[in-house]
């Protein structure tokens, strides 16, 4: 009896046993699988990196600070809300971006940002700077990645034109002429400024100039020479006048004087009909002087000047008579007055021959 009693109490030990473990099975089970669905799968992209993880956390906000993942809410990029739930139903996915400092130049102003942006032009948008149509970034352009430690210098580039008008001077051409007094003078062409026109384009970066292009380097308006002709014949002022004379040429002569006496006219005397009637069929007369023909043609006009300045100048005269006493470089001056011609004597003149236009 006491042998079967314990063969009972064994096996009811046994199957207690084994129905306890059973029943911590079954519970484990039960705590698994109620665990297994209450856990959410995340899909972490973090700068371009991707991770997966599962959690019971309950928002994305507890998610990354369970995980201890690097997040500055004032700077980084997320693309869920912190408060965003995760759900056990389907998979959570958000990216993270992390800011990076950068250094950026634009303007004068020197300042360091901290961006998440992927390429420059990015950046540059994100702080309100702005690219004009020249401008350009230095060692980069507007694609180039955005990585940390990187100078954005913003070249600012402006284009002006600068135009320069240079007058021209013009030449003065003088042109002889055989016909006018050394007095005369004749504008035939007034002389006019020409212009010259460069025109260049200049580019500055950041208000220093770096190089031009010229545009425009030619005359504008022509210059016009002026012309100006000169008269190439002598002139004479008349001693203690401002009265003036052409003349072609100048002799230095030997002068000597005469008169109506009829010791000087061949015998002449009033009423006879030569009485006074020169060569030439001139009246004598101060003014009417005797010459060598061959020197000086008769009807040739003359000025006599005295050639010491002892006596005033015999003046304007006109070569009308001849005499068998005057030769070559020589004239005979007519005078009313004896005592005038006597005074006069003989003495050396210049004979300036009158030039007829």
Same mark, same amino acid.
């Given at each position: 009896?006491?042998?079967?009693?314990?063969?009972?109490?064994?096996?009811?030990?046994?199957?207690?046993?084994?129905?306890?473990?059973?029943?911590?099975?079954?519970?484990?089970?039960?705590?698994?699988?109620?665990?297994?669905?209450?856990?959410?799968?995340?899909?972490?992209?973090?700068?371009?990196?991707?991770?997966?993880?599962?959690? *019971?956390?309950?928002?994305?906000?507890?998610?990354?600070?369970?995980?201890?993942?690097?997040?500055?809410?004032?700077?980084?990029?997320?693309?869920?809300?912190?408060?965003?739930?995760?759900?056990?139903?389907?998979?959570?996915?958000?990216?993270? @971006?992390?800011?990076?400092?950068?250094?950026?130049?634009?303007?004068?102003?020197?300042?360091?940002?901290?961006?998440?942006?992927?390429?420059?032009?990015?950046?540059?948008?994100?702080?309100? *700077?702005?690219?004009?149509?020249?401008?350009?970034?230095?060692?980069?352009?507007?694609?180039?990645?955005?990585?940390?430690?990187m100078t954005i210098k913003i070249v600012r580039i402006t284009k002006s034109v600068e135009v320069?008008?240079?007058?021209?001077?013009?030449?003065?051409?003088?042109?002889?002429?055989?016909?006018?007094?050394?007095?005369?003078?004749?504008?035939?062409?007034?002389?006019?400024?020409?212009?010259?026109?460069?025109?260049?384009?200049?580019?500055?970066?950041?208000?220093?100039?770096?190089?031009?292009?010229?545009?425009?380097?030619?005359?504008?308006?022509?210059?016009?020479?002026?012309?100006?002709?000169?008269?190439?014949?002598?002139?004479?002022?008349?001693?203690?006048?401002?009265?003036?004379?052409?003349?072609?040429?100048?002799?230095?002569?030997?002068?000597?004087?005469?008169?109506?006496?009829?010791?000087?006219?061949?015998? @002449?005397?009033?009423?006879?009909?030569?009485?006074?009637?020169?060569?030439?069929?001139?009246?004598?007369?101060?003014?009417?002087?005797?010459?060598?023909?061959?020197?000086?043609?008769?009807?040739?006009?003359?000025?006599?000047?005295?050639?010491?300045?002892?006596?005033?100048?015999?003046?304007?005269?006109?070569?009308?008579?001849?005499?068998?006493?005057?030769?070559?470089?020589?004239?005979?001056?007519?005078?009313?007055?004896?005592?005038?011609?006597?005074?006069?004597?003989?003495?050396?003149?210049?004979?300036?021959?009158?030039?007829?236009?």
């Amino acid at each position: 009896m006491t042998a079967h009693h314990d063969k009972v109490q064994k096996y009811n030990l046994i199957k207690y046993t084994i129905a306890g473990i059973f029943l911590l099975l079954c519970c484990a089970f039960i705590t698994l699988y109620l665990f297994e669905n209450s856990m959410s799968d995340v899909r972490l992209t973090i700068n371009g990196t991707v991770y997966a993880k599962r959690t *019971v956390n309950e928002t994305v906000g507890e998610f990354i600070e369970k995980n201890n993942i690097p997040f500055d809410g004032e700077v980084d990029y997320i693309n869920a809300s912190l408060e965003d739930s995760l759900t056990p139903e389907s998979t959570t996915a958000f990216v993270i @971006k992390t800011a990076v400092p950068i250094t950026l130049i634009h303007d004068g102003i020197e300042k360091e940002v901290m961006t998440y942006k992927e390429t420059l032009q990015d950046v540059l948008d994100e702080n309100g *700077v702005v690219l004009y149509e020249y401008d350009r970034i230095d060692k980069y352009n507007p694609d180039t990645e955005a990585v940390s430690g990187m100078t954005i210098k913003i070249v600012r580039i402006t284009k002006s034109v600068e135009v320069i008008r240079s007058p021209i001077p013009f030449k003065v051409k003088v042109v002889e002429n055989p016909t006018m007094g050394m007095n005369e003078r004749n504008i035939l062409t007034e002389g006019d400024y020409g212009q010259h026109g460069l025109v260049s384009e200049i580019t500055f970066e950041d208000g220093e100039e770096i190089f031009r292009t010229t545009l425009l380097n030619e005359i504008i308006k022509p210059v016009v020479h002026e012309v100006i002709e000169l008269g190439t014949i002598p002139v004479k002022t008349i001693q203690g006048t401002d009265q003036t004379f052409l003349y072609s040429k100048v002799l230095t002569m030997a002068a000597t004087a005469y008169t109506l006496d009829p010791a000087e006219t061949g015998g @002449k005397v009033p009423g006879d009909p030569a009485y006074g009637i020169t060569k030439s069929g001139l009246p004598a007369e101060p003014g009417v002087i005797a010459v060598d023909p061959d020197v000086i043609p008769l009807f040739t006009r003359i000025y006599v000047e005295t050639a010491d300045g002892t006596w005033l100048d015999y003046g304007m005269s006109v070569a009308g008579d001849i005499g068998s006493a005057i030769n070559g470089m020589e004239i005979d001056l007519f005078m009313w007055d004896k005592s005038d011609a006597l005074r006069w004597g003989r003495r050396e003149v210049r004979v300036y021959f009158v030039y007829e236009r």
